[in-house]
């Protein structure tokens, strides 16, 4: 069964902003495919280890640091 939850990266979105990363740029720096980040920006979770490596390239410790529940 697939997970029907959405969630809202708008936290991740402006970290990269910040940092004047791009979504290229963090997923090479996070080890994650391009269309991964694609789901991310339709709001579509990555698996736990994922986010994890997501958080640890933009320099937070929790994926509550770069996403809301929707």
């Known amino acids: 069964m697939e ?3 959405k969630y809202n990266f708008q936290k991740l979105w402006h970290l990269l902003l910040d940092k004047n990363m791009t979504k290229k740029e963090l997923a090479e ?5 391009v269309s991964s980040m694609a789901r991310l920006k339709k709001g579509i979770p990555l698996s736990y280890d994922r986010m ?3 958080c ?3 320099g937070v410790s929790d994926v509550k640091d770069i996403m809301d529940k929707v």
């Open 56 to 58: 640890k390239a933009v």
């Open 29 to 33: 720096k996070a080890e994650v495919s």
């Open 52 to 54: 994890q490596r997501i």
């Open 3 to 5: 997970n029907k939850e």
